[in-house]
């Protein structure tokens, strides 16, 4: 590896740093904003989405200005293509918590203070919220071990997402009255676990990064 392409993939590494935590606080943040229905926090998510669009627009240029100039082959272009469809994922993610944000803002207007479903939301967000940052440690640290891992919990997720659909719909049928905020609640479980799926995207591009292996139709 050149010096100069040393020093552009080093620059690369630190602006992916700060766009992955930025969303991955915004995802912590929309999960609180939902299991407390506080639209101050909500609307702080939303906010942050702008610096989160910034960065993913400098993460972007990065790679291409890499690509362009460089030229990469083997375990460098590998990198650059992965970050490359990283960051895609972590724009969607961090698009998904604004969803998120904004159908909380939307139920704490009605004057709902505590959710009308009786369910606990708490283990599919700690375990959505597990699997984003591990998918992005497994990057940081190139371990395909721990991006498989990631990867399998991804069917605990869909698990959980059905439990709470289950009664959320129960919930419906017993409580019509309730129909708009309960309907909320449907789209923001479903917003985590298109998180948790971006989540074992990431780490499947990791496996691809450090193995060259696409296992996205054949299984962990």
């Not at 972590?90 to 139920?107: F, H, T």
Request: proline share 2%.
């Amino acid at each position: 590896m050149s010096y100069q392409l040393n020093r552009e993939i080093d620059l690369l590494k630190r602006v992916f740093l700060s766009l992955s935590t930025r969303v991955e606080e915004n995802v912590a943040l929309a999960s609180d904003a939902f299991q407390t229905l506080d639209a101050a926090k909500a609307k702080a998510v939303i906010l942050n989405d702008i610096d989160i669009n910034r960065e993913e627009i400098d993460v972007e240029e990065e790679c291409l200005k890499i690509l362009a100039l460089h030229q990469p082959v083997a375990t460098d272009l590998r990198y650059i293509i992965s970050i490359l469809k990283i960051n895609n994922y972590l724009e969607r993610i961090g698009d998904l918590a604004v969803s998120m944000a904004k159908k909380v803002i939307y139920i704490a207007n009605t004057g709902t203070e505590t959710l009308p479903v009786d369910f606990d939301f708490q283990p599919i967000m700690e375990k959505v919220k597990w699997m984003l940052k591990h998918s992005l440690d497994s990057l940081v640290q190139v371990d395909a071990l721990l991006a498989r891992e990631v990867c399998r919990e991804d069917d605990v997720v869909d698990a959980q997402k059905r439990a709470a659909n289950d009664v959320i719909v129960a919930t419906l049928k017993d409580h019509p009255d309730q129909c708009e905020v309960l309907l909320n609640v449907l789209s923001i479980t479903r917003h985590l676990e298109r998180i948790a799926d971006h989540a074992a995207n990431i780490a499947e591009d990791v496996i691809y990064m450090v193995e060259g292996s696409i296992i996205r139709h054949t299984g962990v």
